[in-house]
């Protein structure tokens, strides 16, 4: 059965927590009343993200049990048959008193999950606490949904687990900072986007940020990406909204004789998973990993926030 998913891109106000409450919540009725039945907020929607110091940062986290999640729980109890969710970034007061950039899975019922950050962009480990636990594959009404945020979608291992673990649908937060990219070509953010719908038959949407914040101008790319690798919608009006039959990602065949996971080879990907796998001495005559710069080391500073 299709679903109608719907990323609402919005333009939070660092520090303005009651600001951002209301906006998100208004958000998440207007798409509602557009037949939505999935709906995606940016990355830290409930605080903004240029923070000034860790002081700031804590001044607007929340705990997971927050009010605004049954506000959030509310709208998305109106649509049909309970097949309403919300999965929105936030800055989380932890159990432990400390900071996360995490992301919480609301249904009717009231937060379903919640991912805490695993990949922590630049300045975001000077506030920020990293997750410790792998995100989250929820099996709702709608579908099989995992979830990340932003700069995770990067490390490849990532959107592999959750697919190898069924999701139909990643959902990801996320604030893209606006940078330089040719003519007529899509943000880099989004061609990595498209290349990990496409290499896991999983349907992707990204919900970015716009506006600027504190000098830092946003890249605006919300996507929604079928499991071919290809965009289905972008913002209208701020607004993104497909229909996708998200059963569609459960084949992973790419011909008669072609499948993505059963022709993949793990006994040789061990490497992957070692820690630290570059700064490993290299083979005698094989140039030393370690040589080349990472993709994240050779970022421009005007790309910081991710």
Not at 223 to 235: E, L, Q, V
Not at 238 to 262: F, I, N, Q
Request: proline share 8%; hydrophobic share 45%.
């Amino acid at each position: 059965m299709p679903v109608r998913i719907a990323c609402r891109q919005l333009a939070p106000r660092v520090g303005d927590l009651e600001g951002n409450r209301a906006v998100s919540v208004s958000a998440i009725g207007e798409a509602v009343t557009h037949g939505a039945e999935i709906i995606v907020l940016p990355e830290l929607v409930t605080s903004g993200y240029v923070f000034a110091s860790h002081e700031e940062a804590a001044s607007v986290a929340i705990a997971a049990d927050d009010e605004l999640f049954s506000e959030w729980a509310a709208e998305v109890a109106l649509v049909p048959a309970g097949r309403g969710v919300v999965i929105g970034g936030f800055c989380e007061r932890g159990e432990d008193g400390r900071l996360y950039n995490s992301a919480a899975v609301v249904d009717p019922s009231g937060v379903r999950a919640v991912y805490r950050k695993v990949h922590l962009w630049d300045r975001e480990k000077l506030f920020f606490e990293p997750g410790g636990q792998p995100p989250p594959v929820l099996d709702l009404p709608v579908g099989r949904i995992g979830v990340m945020i932003c700069y995770d979608l990067e490390f490849p291992e990532m959107p592999r687990m959750l697919a190898l673990r069924g999701a139909e649908l990643i959902a990801v937060p996320t604030n893209w900072p606006r940078a330089q990219w040719p003519a007529h070509e899509h943000p880099p953010e989004v061609v990595i986007a498209m290349a990990t719908a496409r290499t896991n038959r999983v349907f992707i949407a990204c919900c970015d940020r716009t506006g600027t914040e504190r000098g830092q101008r946003w890249t605006a790319g919300t996507s929604i990406i079928d499991h071919g690798g290809w965009i289905r919608a972008t913002p209208d009006g701020g607004l993104a909204l497909a229909e996708l039959d998200l059963a569609a990602a459960r084949t992973k065949s790419l011909t008669e004789l072609a499948d993505v996971m059963a022709d993949r080879r793990p006994e040789l990907y061990a490497a992957v998973a070692e820690p630290s796998a570059a700064a490993a001495p290299s083979e005698a005559g094989a140039p030393s990993a370690a040589a080349a710069p990472s993709a994240a080391a050779t970022r421009s500073a005007a790309s910081a926030p991710h």
